[in-house]
């Protein structure tokens, strides 16, 4: 079992809809997540990061945690083409130092 | 300096040849990370600094692999005889507080 998981995806909504992006991990004994965004060709970008249990929102990205069922979710609302990228959950395992541990992404394309 | 800053940013070498890749990190971060990222791999932690030492190490897949952090700042990773399989994105990121890096734009390292 990965340590962090994400559906690859692609992906896709329309123009003004809300997307949902999910990740699960595996060490529950994690403490921190972290949602960053990568265009393509391009480095990735923190978005978020959340501690504890419940939701915490930031302009149009909520982030949610449920420690208790082991998943991270992002959701976008009022989507825009420029969000189109791939987005990377990312944990900060147990017992693994400070060093992020990845997922492999989900490509979100937000359709006109 | 506003972000972190990599250079160069990107480097074609000879298989077998040696190459050194720098990270300048985001002015007073005392964390500086490396990780890379191979076409259709996900993002994967090489080491970590903290300071001017190396706590964690255990990302680096060889031997061939070294870095050094100099001053709290400016970072070098070394690859020695470096082989095809070395062809990837390498990824530098900083941090101030425990676990909220910033990256930088990459080097997009190219073996021949």
């Known amino acids: ?112 | 300096g506003a972000g972190v800053s990599q250079s160069p940013s990107n480097k074609v070498t000879e298989k077998g040849k040696d190459v050194e890749l720098r990270c300048d990190p985001i002015s007073g971060h005392t964390a500086l990370y490396w990780y890379r990222q191979s076409l259709g791999q996900g993002l994967e932690f090489l080491i970590y600094f903290q300071g001017n030492s190396a706590p964690d190490k255990s990302g680096l897949p060889s031997d061939r692999f070294s870095a050094e952090r100099t001053g709290g700042s400016v970072s070098t990773l070394t690859i020695q005889r470096t082989q095809q399989e070395d062809s990837a994105v390498y990824l530098c990121a900083s941090s101030l507080v425990v676990d909220t890096q910033y990256f930088g734009p990459g080097t997009r390292l190219t073996v021949l």
């Open chain 1, 1 to 112: 079992q990965k340590e962090v998981e994400q559906n690859s995806g692609p992906l896709s909504v329309p123009e003004g809809a809300i997307a949902s992006l999910n990740c699960t991990y595996s060490d529950r004994g994690s403490q921190s997540f972290f949602w960053y965004r990568q265009y393509s060709g391009k480095s990735p970008e923190l978005i978020m990061f959340i501690y504890s249990n419940g939701d915490k929102e930031d302009g149009r990205f909520t982030a949610q945690l449920n420690k208790a069922s082991q998943y991270v979710s992002l959701l976008i609302r009022d989507s825009q083409p420029s969000d189109s990228a791939t987005y990377l959950c990312a944990v900060v395992v147990t017992g693994g130092g400070n060093k992020l541990t990845f997922g492999t992404g989900t490509q979100l394309k937000v359709e006109l």
